[in-house]
């Protein structure tokens, strides 16, 4: 296996203008065709910098891959510094130039006289197509090393690096051991009895087990490599599954609003929703998905009292008498928007999201969820930590799990139905 | 100044599984405080490979902040390889350990054995206190150079940056020059017209101007250094803001939802939205800042046409001849939702997000949006690009320019009546 190095260059990847998502991305996607990153570095725009890093870098791995400063304005310094960094003599490019015109003729834009900076190359080094840019990249072997120059803008070094980069990789190490991952995302359980629950299954030698946590869920990642990589985390996503059990609530790139979506899509079920202290969140989640107008009738943002009077009968002696943050009112706002909406399932929240409006009795974080259906209504009250963003989260996270759980124990029941 | 270096210990930042976000967060505390970053460099839990880097990095610069590999189990390693890089033996050190077991006093939980592992530092080091986590971070000089080790986890490395390095390094580079960074958040004009009107006010020597885009709003950085700094920041900002006159949405922290919030609890002035294609979106991101209640009455998310026809008396005949996206459709919601909730403003939008439900004549990207007030209705067209997320966005963004305008507007008036 090849050792490869990352160098990202840029003044704003120092002083905290930008975060570099460019490194992970592309380790990414190595990762997943089997490569390892050793190492990587970042430099600001100073040619002297750049000529420093990239001679150490050469001398040091036999793949290196630069992203950043090919623009074409004046602090764009890396192909300079490339050409001082291993003796090339900047060459005009005339592929690279006929690559940037025909970039401009795509936008029926005239091109500025400084973009033909940009097709000035190091000697001996070879364009690398940019569909989505201007700036060319360039492919460049000095001391046993393949150095490969992107642009900094990420939708472009990622097309590039798919299409240009990672073919001429195989090419040259080709064979690696293939490497497999799963991931399952998880909402309800804490990662360290996620991790109990699977090591308890067992995890076949070979088999790695990662978490990545975006609370309220938890990415399991499953991995492993060599010629049966693939049937070894079969199995192993299979035990972790069963470990599992319903907390399981995506997989792959399929997230808990995405999930949800899906099922109740699938299911044909119907929902109105009525949020408080959710503000519309919820629904918010739902209908960035895709064809959600297929399930979602309507979604009552109820933020003040007479609004949950006036759009759900809430009656106002009853708020005044428990609380809008209350069971009875929470079943109330669930049962009355659905019945309202004639939809097939009603949720709602109240709670107090904070950080002001908490008392001894009803502190910030107490929530109450209460869903609806023809049969019954589930409802509980929930004491959620942390800040009112997190709070709002995951009372958002939870009303969807309800919803992808309710959908699913409604196809059981037809399924069991139609036997 | 010093020269400083960052090292990012893991190989969760080398296989793709996390973003590297404590770098970009140191530079921004460091630059806040006139310090600046040289070079960073990332390397995975391989003892020898942090060796090297601790070695290198040792001898090239003044001051090393590492971050990562500080935790109780086997494959944090920095600590270890610190002590080999730089020939000091590990030596149990009792305040370390003093402070991991009051932080599971805190907790109220019993302390595992491995987390005494923690409390091992290279001999001669002085242990930094985490307030947040159990592991200690620790300051070790050699070689002229300060190296001060800190955890991976984004809390805890941040406010030991705040709490036990920054005042050290100010303490041993006292004075650096004072820098001034002033951000003005910006909506509705492209970056290049935003640089054309700022430069052609003449932006002082010694001011240097940046922008970080995150559409659809766009942040301009107005900077300077030195004794005057803040002087010369003061008239750019100045100049910037009769540049852009009313597209600033917000500045410092401030975003434009809650830059529209606020104007609106200023002003006093009451709301109540109609959402169609956002789902929720615009009273999401209005709720999420404290005291929406104190101006936002209801949303009503009317996704389906019966929706529509329920809650807003929209008549099934006019959504049938004209569509629900449609400007009589929105013109009629913004005026329902307003009278029905009682408010001073209601806000509506309906429009197509996609991917699917596109035609010739209202293609993917046509939005309506209108906001209906006692004395008038705004009404516009908009045909937005992108996908579906950008699409909702963008509308989102557009309907709470509208309010931060109408708040605004109000507020004039009002305050013309008072002179």
Redesign the interface.
């Known amino acids: 296996m090849p050792q490869i190095a990352i160098l990202a260059i840029g003044d704003?990847?120092?002083?905290?203008?930008?975060?570099?998502?460019n490194?992970?991305?592309?380790?990414?996607?190595?990762?997943?065709n089997a490569f390892?990153?050793?190492?990587?570095?970042?430099?600001?725009d100073h040619e002297l910098?750049i000529i420093t890093?990239l001679q150490r870098l050469a001398a040091d791995f036999q793949i290196v891959l630069v992203t950043g400063g090919l623009g074409p304005t004046d602090d764009d310094r890396t192909t300079r510094a490339a050409a001082r960094a291993f003796n090339r003599p900047l060459t005009l490019n005339e592929r690279a130039l006929e690559q940037i015109r025909q970039r401009f003729r795509d936008w029926k834009r005239s091109m500025h006289p400084a973009n033909e900076k940009q097709a000035m190359l190091p000697h001996r080094s070879t364009p690398l197509c940019n569909r989505l840019g201007t700036a060319p990249g360039f492919h460049l072997h000095a001391e046993e090393t393949d150095l490969y120059f992107l642009p900094g803008v990420p939708a472009e070094m990622r097309a590039m690096l798919d299409e240009e980069v990672l073919p001429k990789i195989c090419q040259r190490f080709p064979d690696p051991l293939p490497k497999v991952q799963r991931v399952l995302t998880v909402f309800g359980l804490p990662e360290p009895e996620i991790e109990d629950r699977i090591l308890s299954k067992g995890l076949a030698a070979g088999v790695e087990l990662?978490f990545?946590v975006d609370l309220p869920t938890i990415e399991v990642?499953l991995r492993a490599s060599g010629p049966e990589a693939g049937s070894l985390v079969d199995r192993a996503e299979l035990l972790a599954r069963q470990a599992l059990g319903d907390y399981v609530v995506g997989s792959g790139e399929e997230t808990l609003a995405g999930n949800t979506a899906r099922l109740l899509r699938l299911t044909g079920k119907t929902l109105a929703?009525a949020?408080s202290c959710?503000?519309?969140?919820?629904?918010?989640l739902?209908?960035?998905q895709?064809?959600?107008?297929e399930f979602?009738?309507?979604?009552?943002?109820?933020?003040?009292n007479?609004?949950k009077t006036?759009?759900l009968g809430i009656p106002a002696e009853l708020i005044e008498h428990h609380g809008a943050v209350s069971a009875i009112c929470a079943r109330a706002m669930a049962t009355e928007v659905r019945q309202?909406?004639?939809t097939d399932l009603g949720l709602a929240v109240t709670g107090i999201a904070?950080?002001?409006g908490g008392t001894e009795e009803k502190p910030v974080g107490t929530v109450f969820i209460a869903l609806s259906s023809a049969s019954n209504v589930r409802l509980e009250r929930f004491n959620f930590p942390g800040n009112?963003?997190q709070i709002?989260l995951r009372t958002a996270c939870t009303a969807l799990d309800w919803l992808r759980r309710s959908a699913f124990e409604q196809e059981a029941e037809s399924k069991e139905l139609s036997v």
């Open positions: 704003e990847l120092l002083n905290g203008d930008q975060t570099d998502t490194t992970a991305e592309i380790a990414r996607i190595l990762s997943r390892a990153i050793s190492s990587s570095l970042t430099v600001g910098a890093a990662a990545a990642k929703l949020e959710t503000g519309g969140l919820i629904a918010k739902l209908t960035d895709p064809g959600a107008s979602l009738d309507r979604s009552l943002v109820t933020y003040s007479t609004a006036a759009l309202r909406a004639g904070g950080p002001d009112r963003c709002r």
